[in-house]
């Protein structure tokens, strides 16, 4: 149990376009999502907390007009890259919470032209 | 005070060693502590995971030690084999896990034959 995957698991763009990562908790609801961007060789960081019918809270730093986050429903939470950059390039990965425990997604390589 | 310190940050350990990871955090309201493990292009995976109450858990090949008065934890892998080879990350969380993880800078273990 407490399965989530993520769709793409890697993705090419090219510089000002938009990409929608999709982030699924497939054997449980899960009313609290996280996104998180690693960089290589280092620790997870923290974007957003996705609560489900409600809006996202993003840590200190993150861009909420560049990283729309959307958590429509019970098992699905969405986070939308918005005029993507070479700088964007990075692991995201996203986290769904039950039971007190977070459970990780296998992650999505997202690299910008 | 929201940090926590992981040491150390790289080790390399020989077949059937006891590799130790440990990890120190300042605030006294943190009150869950999971480790998970990552392998290269993937997600994080929940090893296991302590809370305050109890000074040690065991889960297979894998130990939490728990030290409160030092505000000190860490992990224990017993008969580490060359699988075992992968990033490992200490975090902690307060209101029983409920809220976000802060994530410690991680450790990359080599198991080596």
């Known amino acids: 149990g407490a399965v989530v995957s993520q769709h793409p698991s890697w993705v090419i763009c090219k510089s000002g376009t938009s990409v929608k990562i999709e982030c699924r908790s497939l054997?449980?609801?899960?009313?609290?999502m996280f996104w998180y961007r690693q960089f290589p060789k280092q620790s997870l960081m923290l974007m957003a907390t996705?609560?489900?019918?409600?809006?996202?809270?993003?840590e200190q730093g993150v861009e909420k007009d560049k990283f729309l986050i959307n958590h429509a429903s019970l098992t699905l939470s969405t986070l939308t890259v918005t005029s993507a950059h070479p700088e964007d390039s990075s692991f995201y990965i996203c986290s769904a919470r039950v039971w007190n425990e977070q459970f990780f997604g296998p992650g999505t390589r997202l690299t910008v032209l | 005070q929201q940090q926590v310190k992981q040491s150390p940050q790289s080790l390399i350990v020989q077949k059937g060693g006891i590799p130790i990871i440990n990890c120190a955090y300042e605030n006294t309201a943190f009150d869950y502590f999971p480790w998970y493990q990552q392998f290269p292009g993937k997600g994080p995976a929940l090893l296991i995971a302590?809370?305050?109450?109890?000074s040690e858990k065991k889960e297979g090949r894998f130990t939490i030690s728990f030290n409160k008065s030092a505000k000190q934890f860490s992990l224990h892998i017993m008969d580490s084999q060359p699988g075992d080879s992968a990033t490992y990350f200490c975090a902690a969380s307060i209101k029983g896990g409920s809220e976000k993880l802060v994530f410690g800078k991680g450790t990359k273990l080599t198991v080596n034959p």
């Open positions: 996705s609560n489900e019918g409600s809006k996202a809270t993003y």
């Open positions: 054997d449980f609801q899960a009313t609290t």
């Open positions: 302590i809370r305050p109450d109890v």
